[in-house]
């Protein structure tokens, strides 16, 4: 059974940093495009960042602040944040997905809180 696994979330003061991390269990996660998205309170999930063979992708909230990268020897991503922000928090999700063949797989999220 696919699971994608995410942990490293919790409390943290605006400026501070922390670090997500994504294990993923019976598919081989470099084969996938792979991200992170969030879900604020009363909002819609948005894009965090992505990354493929070919690079990364950010949201503009989050580009020169946040840092995806990978392990594909741990089958592993990550999400380095930086200069956190209290609009920054939110539940962070992992996901990993293919269109050929169409596949999408998601965890279970971890919150991230950032707050005085």
């Known amino acids: 059974q696919v699971q994608l696994v995410e942990s490293g979330g919790g409390l943290v003061q605006p400026g501070g940093s922390l670090t997500l991390s994504c294990a993923a269990a019976?598919?081989?996660?470099?084969?996938?495009?792979r991200g992170w998205y969030r879900q604020a309170p009363g909002k819609g999930r948005e894009l965090v960042a992505l990354?493929?063979?070919?690079?990364?992708n950010y949201a503009d909230s989050v580009r020169g602040r946040f840092t995806i990268s990978r392990d594909n020897a741990k089958n592993m991503i990550y999400l380095q944040m930086n200069s956190l922000k209290p609009e920054d928090t939110a539940v962070y999700y992992c996901?990993?997905?293919?269109?050929?063949?169409?596949?999408?797989?998601w965890g279970n999220g971890t919150l991230v809180t950032v707050s005085s």
């Open positions: 996901r990993a997905f293919s269109a050929a063949p169409p596949q999408d797989y």
């Open positions: 019976e598919i081989r996660f470099s084969r996938f495009t």
């Open positions: 990354i493929t063979g070919g690079g990364t």
